[in-house]
């Protein structure tokens, strides 16, 4: 269950039953403390791959502590999604403060990851489309992604929804002891109308045929 009033204008795209191809249902609202194990597992999933995430596992940062033990921090502009299906959390969304403002406006940070057999089904687009009116109803004014360069699917993704590449960086992967590029992207919400849900459940089809990527992109700050 989601908490209620605190996204009013949004708890129809929270509370929405998504429907993915013929069989699989998926579901986003606010992450709980009893999500904490589900959310590692998935976390420690992804990042087994050794393809999308910095890390070898999940590593623990008072950021992600406080968001495991409650999805929204209003105040902070915290906010933590589950994704679920019939068979449980088969991902999240992560959105947190990055920094200092950019451009003069609030900036936040956002990932997301999904299981392997969840993926190339549209489900990215449709966390995205939901995590930007959520950072819009959080008052962020510019969200900022860190992508792996190699991570071709993830930036496809987010190049749809307008993020554009603003500089790399050469990071060390100790999993794979090198180091590899990192991308850093960015969105300025003062470019796009408010997300709402009549635009969600007719793009919704079209986004499911054509969104190759329902990628992974997350790093721990």
């Known amino acids: 269950m989601n908490p209620p009033g ?8 929270l509370g929405t039953t998504w429907m993915i191809g013929d069989s699989k249902q998926i579901r986003l609202r606010i992450a709980s403390e009893a999500d904490r194990n589900d959310i590692i597992a998935v976390i420690n999933s992804v990042t087994g791959e050794q393809k999308y995430l910095q890390t070898g596992r999940y590593c623990s940062t008072p950021t992600w502590e406080r968001l495991l033990a409650e999805g929204l921090h209003v105040e902070d502009g915290l906010l933590l999604l589950a994704v679920e299906s019939r068979e449980g959390i088969i991902g999240f969304a992560r959105l947190n403060p990055d920094g200092e403002h950019v451009h003069g406006r609030k900036a936040g940070n956002v990932g997301i990851a999904l299981l392997r057999s969840y993926r190339s089904m549209g489900i990215g687009a449709i966390i995205l489309k939901v995590l930007i009116a ?22 496809r993704l987010f ?8 500089n790399c960086r050469s990071i060390f992967l100790v999993f794979i002891h090198d180091h590899v590029n990192e991308l850093y992207c960015e969105l300025r919400l003062s470019r796009l109308r408010e997300v709402r849900h009549h635009e969600l459940s007719n793009q ?7 969104a190759s990527a329902a990628g992974n992109c ?3 700050r």
């Open 134 to 155: 959520c950072a819009l109803e959080l008052g962020y004014g510019v969200l900022t992604a860190n992508i792996l360069e190699s991570n071709i699917r993830s930036r």
């Open 204 to 210: 919704q089809k079209h986004d499911q045929s054509e």
């Open 159 to 166: 190049s749809r929804f307008g993020f554009r590449n603003i």
């Open 6 to 13: 605190f996204f009013p204008a949004l708890e129809h795209l």
């Open 218 to 220: 997350e790093s721990f």
